[in-house]
């Protein structure tokens, strides 16, 4: 008697296939200090700042609800919209000359040398500390015994009160910062050269195009993204300039380099005006909100023409 064999079953596996494990918990170890850093340090102020904005609060007593009365004080302050005045003019000298300087220096690494060496030395004077930096500075541009007035005295010109003249004082410090934070700008932006295809510039080459001409045709236009970057983040952080200004000026000489920033820290610090402060405060972060929304928007942050 024959019996038909059936179809024959796949031995089941005795081992059973390992779970895949979720990174989530890992995931939030890494980020959950950060997290908590951020709302501690600045999530939570922020919303107290707020909050004191609408008050009339001077630390020594309760804060008092004042309603708007500290933002109808700051449209008739004359010292506030110089502040906002003297760190606009700071910021377009600073920006300004950091861009094109950077660039220059990111396109010469790029078509020149990559060499680790030369972007180390680019990188020193963003690693030395910003007090540091404006100390220094300030000494060299002294007025009677700076090594720069030195110099110009022995080349037979006139001295110049770098941080005493209001001419000066302001585009003085703008200067110090494009020296010490021009090599790391630059470094992003040669980040951004790396990802530009070389084929371009090859196929532009074989056109008949210069190096000029590529670098308006095909540089910049695809460069155009990191830039975008670039800029929101340094003009944001130019708006916060404070610790070359306390170190060199003070805010002088006659508000010359009385920034906004500074304006806060000594309403807040030194008058004890915190609600006032606070009020200032949070109009600064509305106007660098709608600055860096018009750069993403006018700059297309968001899209690139590499296809």
Request: aromatic share 14%.
């Amino acid at each position: 008697m024959s019996a038909t064999a059936g179809p024959a079953r796949p031995e089941r596996s005795s081992r059973r296939r390992p779970r895949r494990r979720s990174d989530l918990w890992p995931a939030l170890v890494f980020v959950g200090p950060a997290t908590v850093g951020f709302l501690v340090f600045y999530v939570w102020p922020a919303i107290r700042g707020t909050y004191y904005s609408f008050t009339d609060f001077s630390v020594l007593s309760p804060p008092q609800w004042v309603g708007l009365d500290n933002y109808r004080e700051l449209l008739q302050d004359e010292l506030v919209w110089n502040a906002f005045k003297v760190t606009a003019l700071y910021v377009v000298i600073n920006i300004g000359a950091q861009t094109l300087l950077s660039l220059g220096l990111a396109v010469l690494m790029h078509r020149l040398t990559r060499s680790m060496a030369v972007r180390g030395a680019l990188l020193l004077p963003y690693l030395v500390a910003n007090v540091v930096v404006a100390l220094a500075w300030f000494w060299m541009l002294d007025y009677q015994i700076g090594i720069v007035n030195v110099g110009l005295d022995w080349l037979g010109l006139d001295r110049v009160a770098f941080f005493g003249d209001s001419a000066w004082a302001i585009p003085t410090v703008a200067m110090i910062n494009v020296w010490r934070h021009m090599g790391y700008t630059a470094l992003l932006i040669f980040a951004g050269l790396q990802t530009i295809p070389p084929h371009l510039y090859e196929a532009a080459a074989l056109d008949g195009s210069g190096e000029v001409r590529s670098f308006f045709r095909i540089t910049l236009p695809l460069l155009r993204p990191v830039l975008a970057m670039v800029l929101i983040i340094t003009v944001t952080g130019s708006f916060q300039i404070f610790d070359t200004i306390a170190v060199t000026t003070a805010g002088g000489p006659i508000n010359a380099t009385r920034v906004i920033y500074f304006y806060i820290y000594e309403l807040a610090f030194a008058r004890f005006e915190f609600g006032y402060a606070s009020a200032i405060s949070v109009v600064l972060f509305l106007v660098l909100a709608a600055v860096a929304f018009a750069q993403i928007k006018l700059l297309r942050a968001g899209e690139s023409d590499l296809s």
